[in-house]
């Protein structure tokens, strides 16, 4: 299998492996759906989307796309247009170092799940 080959598995891997670290993400009182997608160029995003008793939509996603001879990562949560959690962009020139990137991204997002969805289950009663 040549480089190129190589590159594009770790990638489906890592997509596979973040899209399942944040699926997990549930609660008993709140709906979930996972999601992911290409965006052009050449990215993707993946995450799960929360959707709280009174309509309101809590994101957690992590994106990777590949642009001017580099590979930016980023991610966040998101409640409504209100970013809760954002973490830097990172930009790196291989794309082992950006799936790396990537998967701690997803990791990093998914931490503080219970506590945001906690905090806005408060706001509600």
Not at 81 to 98: A, F, M, N, W
Not at 104 to 117: L, T
Request: proline share 6%; charged share 20%.
């Amino acid at each position: 299998m040549d480089s190129e080959s190589l590159a594009a598995a770790g990638l489906l891997a890592a997509l596979g492996r973040a899209s399942e670290i944040l699926a997990e993400l549930r609660h008993p009182f709140v709906r979930s759906a996972p999601f992911s997608y290409f965006f052009p160029p050449a990215g993707a995003r993946v995450g799960t989307a929360l959707t709280l008793p009174d309509g309101r939509e809590l994101r957690f996603e992590v994106s990777i796309r590949a642009a001017g001879g580099a590979f930016h990562v980023e991610g966040g949560v998101a409640a409504e247009d209100e970013g809760l959690l954002t973490l830097p962009r990172k930009s790196v020139p291989g794309i082992h170092d950006g799936l790396a990137v990537f998967e701690d991204y997803a990791g990093e997002v998914a931490a503080p799940a219970s506590r945001f969805v906690e905090q806005l289950l408060e706001e509600i009663v």
